[in-house]
């Protein structure tokens, strides 16, 4: 099988913080977005940015810039089907998501999500951390998503499905489990407070 391509998901509308885009933020001096790519380009054949509005903001980063097929803000399930969308174009016969606003994800995201899939013969996969109650919680902007039921997600958000999870759910997804030490590598930042603390974890992590 073909390495996956991978898909960054900037639609979101940033509320939290104010509007505008997370991804453009700087930490550490460096934009949020470009700590992203530089982390998901070397695991994935090709890279492709999924955000909505004008697209000449993100040219800095030179990726295409894919935006949402479903009208209004239809959450991170739009932007997957855009990735596999792309990907559809491209011949692949996977993608592999992470969010915008998500610096610190493992470096072996792609791997650890290919072999989860393997190991449990599903087709989608999503990154998890260990839950003191729940087993796991699951980061569903990251996972595994087969460029074959691109036309079954699209049918379900045009019937107005949200969730993540029901949608996975009937797909059998599985998870692949991350250590959540010395942080929870899938932190994300909302707010302002968010973006101070990850400065704090940017010399943590060094």
């Given at each position: 099988m073909k390495q996956p391509l991978g898909v960054i998901l900037a639609g979101g509308q940033a509320r939290r913080m104010g509007g505008g885009d997370k991804g453009l933020l700087t930490l550490g001096g460096i934009p949020i977005l470009q700590r992203v790519i530089d982390r998901l380009q070397p695991q994935v054949a090709d890279l492709a940015l999924n955000a909505n509005g004008e697209a000449a903001r993100f040219e800095q980063f030179g990726l295409p810039v894919i935006p949402d097929s479903i009208a209004g803000f239809a959450g991170p399930l739009a932007g997957v089907l855009a990735g596999?969308?792309?990907?559809?174009?491209?011949g692949a016969e996977q993608i592999v998501?992470?969010?915008?606003?998500t610096p610190f994800f493992p470096c072996d995201l792609v791997p650890q999500l290919l072999l989860a899939a393997e190991r449990a013969e599903t087709t989608i996969a999503l990154a998890a951390t260990p839950h003191a109650t729940r087993g796991c919680m699951r980061h569903p902007t990251f996972g595994l998503w087969p460029?074959?039921?691109?036309?079954?997600?699209?049918?379900?958000?045009?019937?107005?499905l949200r969730k993540v999870v029901?949608?996975?759910?009937?797909?059998?997804a599985t998870e692949a489990i991350f250590p959540d030490t010395p942080f929870d590598p899938f932190f994300n930042v909302n707010?302002?407070?968010?973006?101070?603390?990850?400065?704090?974890?940017?010399?943590?992590e060094a």
């Open positions: 596999l969308d792309w990907a559809a174009q491209q998501t992470a969010a915008a606003d460029v074959a039921l691109r036309d079954d997600l699209r049918k379900a958000l045009e019937n107005g029901i949608w996975t759910e009937t797909h059998q707010t302002p407070e968010d973006l101070a603390l990850a400065e704090s974890m940017i010399v943590r």
